[in-house]
Nanobody, 121 residues
């Protein structure tokens, strides 16, 4: 069973940055893809970014393009560097073993606990 653990969340001021980590039990290149998602209070979970295991290619939702950067190390961790944060980025952030950036329900059932990101002054 795939196990991914998110970490790195916290409280940050508007305009600030955070780097989230997603650590798995296997090498990141063994997965088809690793994606980052978030769910804000009262809103649906949404896909933000993903990175393919095969070649490290990346994709981003329009809402974070140019502000967030997804990357991976040579072992078991995928990162999400988040810059120029606004209060609208406040949410619980999750990672998952799929790439899904379309609106609507996300076809995944193995969500972890996520990591809370709060952007506030």
């Amino acid at each position: 069973q795939v196990q991914l653990t998110e970490s790195g969340g916290g409280l940050v001021q508007p305009g600030g940055s955070l780097r989230l980590s997603c650590t798995g039990s296997e090498s990141t290149s063994d997965y088809y893809a690793i994606g980052w998602f978030r769910q804000a209070p009262g809103k649906e979970r949404e896909g933000l970014s993903c990175i393919l295991g095969s070649d490290g290619s990346t994709d981003y939702a329009d809402s974070v393009k140019g502000r967030f950067i997804i990357s991976r190390d040579n072992a078991k961790t995928v990162y999400l560097q988040m810059n120029s944060l606004t209060p609208e980025d406040t949410a619980i952030y999750y990672c998952a073993t799929l790439c899904y950036l379309r609106p609507g329900p996300i076809p995944y059932n193995s969500w972890g606990q996520g990591t809370q990101v709060t952007v506030s002054s």
